[in-house]
Nanobody
Framework: QVQLVESGGGLVQAGGSLRLSCASS?????????MSWFRQAPGKEREFVAGITWFTSSVAYADSVKGRFTISRDNARNTVYLQMNSLKPEDTAVYYC?????????????????WGQGTQVTVSS
């Protein structure tokens, strides 16, 4: 069973950067899975941020983060990263890592099989 653990969240000023990590572990790692980052702000629905496939590392981004965020993965370390630059107060949210057995990135939260516990990102103005 795959387990996901996020880290790297924190408090940063607007314009700053953070790097989130999502490590997979357990009896089965997320090898072969598509991996994505979602976020959920208070009072809002969880939304797709970025995703990456396994073999080709094809990526997809939400329009709101294009050009500022970069998703990558280190398959040897079973870890996915989200580099977040030029952060804005509206990026404040709990960020979740999710894994999908089908190696295709989608924005529908119901199509992901495994979720991490989330990590808080707060951007001050």
């Amino acid at each position: 069973q795959v387990q996901l653990v996020e880290s790297g969240g924190g408090l940063v000023q607007a314009g700053g950067s953070l790097r989130l990590s999502c490590a997979s572990s357990g009896r089965t790692t997320a090898s072969g899975y598509a991996m994505s980052w979602f976020r959920q702000a208070p009072g809002k629905e969880r939304e797709f941020v970025a995703g990456i496939t396994w073999f080709t590392s094809s990526v997809a981004y939400a329009d709101s983060v294009k050009g500022r965020f970069t998703i990558s993965r280190d398959n040897a370390r079973n870890t996915v990263y989200l580099q977040m630059n030029s952060l804005k107060p509206e990026d404040t949210a709990v960020y979740y890592c999710a894994a999908r057995r089908i190696n295709r990135v989608v924005v529908d939260t119901t199509l992901y099989d495994v979720w991490g516990q989330g990590t808080q990102v707060t951007v001050s103005s």
